[in-house]
């Protein structure tokens, strides 16, 4: 499966490679990322270097780096994965830097892979639906995904630890035809 590089306006998205180590290290360790992302696991620094310097050879998802034009500098990720090419269907996940939340970064990249995911071959990869997880907790990305045309499916009530309290987590995804309303919405000349 070949690993795009996908243009935006902000940003530009382009394979993880070894070079992010140190980025992904400080995104992945981050106390409030962490929280809103309901990570536990823990990985050493040698297990992140190893990671971001093979993940663009793995089968079946695709990594990308959010970058700007200017600058390759890591600043985030956003991850298809689980790509299932008989059932058309993928997962998808995504996590900015500490310092680079709220820029608008987030947002125009969900857009660039929605429309890579969506797109058909070979300029995309033709898929049917796009799902994800989010966390009670963390309106602020259900809100995100919202916006760009996911709907709630379900809740796994108080399925994860949040320090002493329970939270749910919500169920999300969004299908071709969604994405296409979504678009027609945000520009009625396509
Ligand atoms: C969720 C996340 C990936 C979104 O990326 P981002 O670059 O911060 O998103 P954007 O700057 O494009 O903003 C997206 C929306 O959130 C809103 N937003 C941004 N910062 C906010 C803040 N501090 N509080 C509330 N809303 C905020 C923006 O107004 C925007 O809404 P709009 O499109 O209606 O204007 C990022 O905030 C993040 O990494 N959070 C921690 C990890 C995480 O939650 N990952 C998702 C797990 S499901």
């Known amino acids: 499966m070949d690993k795009p590089t996908l243009q935006g306006e902000l940003v530009v998205l382009r394979p993880v490679a070894a070079?992010?180590?140190?980025?992904?290290?400080?995104?992945?360790?981050?106390?409030e990322g962490?929280?809103?992302?309901?990570?536990?696991?823990?990985?050493?620094?040698?297990?992140?270097?190893?990671?971001?310097a093979t993940v663009s050879g793995r089968e079946g998802r695709i990594d990308l780096a959010i970058?700007?034009?200017?600058?390759?500098?890591?600043?985030?990720?956003?991850?298809?994965?689980?790509?299932?090419?008989?059932?058309?269907?993928?997962?998808?996940r995504m996590s900015m830097r500490p310092g680079q939340r709220g820029r608008g970064f987030g947002?125009?990249?969900?857009?660039?892979?929605?429309?890579?995911?969506?797109?058909?071959?070979?300029h995309?990869?033709?898929?049917h639906r796009v799902a994800l997880d989010v966390l009670e907790i963390n309106p602020r990305a259900r809100m995100l995904y919202e916006s760009h045309g996911f709907e709630v499916e379900g809740r796994?009530?108080?399925?994860?630890?949040?320090?002493?309290f329970?939270?749910?987590v919500i169920v999300m995804a969004i299908l071709e035809?969604?994405?296409?309303?979504?678009?027609?919405?945000?520009?009625?000349?396509?």
Do not use: K
């Open 67 to 92: 970058t700007q034009h200017d600058s390759d500098e890591f600043l985030g990720e956003i991850v298809l994965m689980d790509i299932d090419e008989h059932d058309a269907n993928a997962s998808l």
């Open 107 to 122: 947002g125009e990249a969900i857009g660039l892979v929605l429309e890579h995911a969506f797109a058909s071959p070979p």
């Open 34 to 52: 962490r929280r809103l992302t309901g990570t536990v696991v823990e990985h050493t620094r040698e297990q992140t270097d190893a990671w971001c």
């Open 156 to 164: 796994l009530r108080e399925v994860h630890r949040d320090g002493e």
């Open 19 to 31: 070079r992010d180590a140190a980025a992904m290290w400080e995104m992945v360790n981050d106390p």
């Open 124 to 127: 995309g990869l033709g898929l």
């Open 177 to 190: 035809d969604d994405y296409r309303a979504a678009q027609q919405v945000q520009d009625p000349e396509r």
């Open 166 to 168: 329970w939270t749910d």
